[in-house]
Structure formats: C-alpha cells, structure tokens
Nanobody
Framework: VQLQASGGGLVQAGGFLRLSCAAS????????MGWFRQAPGKEREFVAV????????YYADSVKGRFTISRDNAKNTVYLQMNSLKPEDTAVYYC???????????????WGQGTLVTVSS
C-alpha cells in the first residue's frame, strides 16, 4: 500500500482544513487507518484512528471534538477534518495503514510522506 497525504497549508487559529490520504495498492478496505502528527522538536504523536469499515473511530484527547476522521473505501481515501484549529496543532501530519486498531505507531506498517499544517495565532 502506498499512501499520499495532501491538504495541508497555512490557516489562522479558529480556521479549518481537511486532509486527505489517497491509497494505492490492494485491499485498502482491509486496513485500519490512522493519522499522526509531529511538531517541530517533538516526537510523533497519535491523532486519530478509524477501523477498516469506518464503524469505529478513536481520537487523542487533544483533538477530540474538533477533528473528525472518516474514510471512503470506494475511493481508497481517508480524511481528517480539522476544525477550530489552534497554533499547537501546527505539525506535519502523516497518514498510516495497519492491521491493528489502536494508537501505537508501531502497529502501522505503511506511512505516507506527510503534509504540513501551520496554524497562525
């Protein structure tokens, strides 16, 4: 599976962005999909995960209520809708595919290249 993330950019605090992650290869619909982020000087952290069918989602406390993860298996794409953005959301955002539903980066096998989100105050 190859993943291509897009949709990042510069936005003011309180604004919104939608990230997309397009997958190529076989069996996208069989993979759990996650979003992670890495801010400058910090370790990569979990943001959100969605089950293979889209029936289950889970979020980091820091984004709960502001971000929404979704997927369209017919389009081999996973999305991250980000609302009420804060400067502390500034990071490179990565999508990832794996077989275990959870928040540990170690459980994800395939990673996209990342897309930069910058939130100005």
């Amino acid at each position: 599976v190859q993943l291509q993330a897009s949709g990042g950019g510069l936005v003011q605090a309180g604004g919104f962005l939608r990230l997309s992650c397009a997958a190529s290869g076989r069996s996208f619909s069989s993979y759990v999909m996650g979003w992670f982020r890495q801010a400058p000087g910090k370790e990569r952290e979990f943001v959100a995960v969605i089950s293979s069918t889209g029936g289950s989602t889970y979020y980091a406390d820091s984004v709960k209520g502001r971000f929404t993860i979704s997927r369209d298996n017919a389009k081999n794409t996973v999305y991250l809708q980000m609302n009420s953005l804060k400067p502390e959301d500034t990071a490179v955002y990565y999508c990832a595919a794996g077989e275990i539903y959870g928040r540990s980066a170690e459980w994800y096998t395939y990673w996209g290249q990342g897309t930069l989100v910058t939130v100005s105050s």
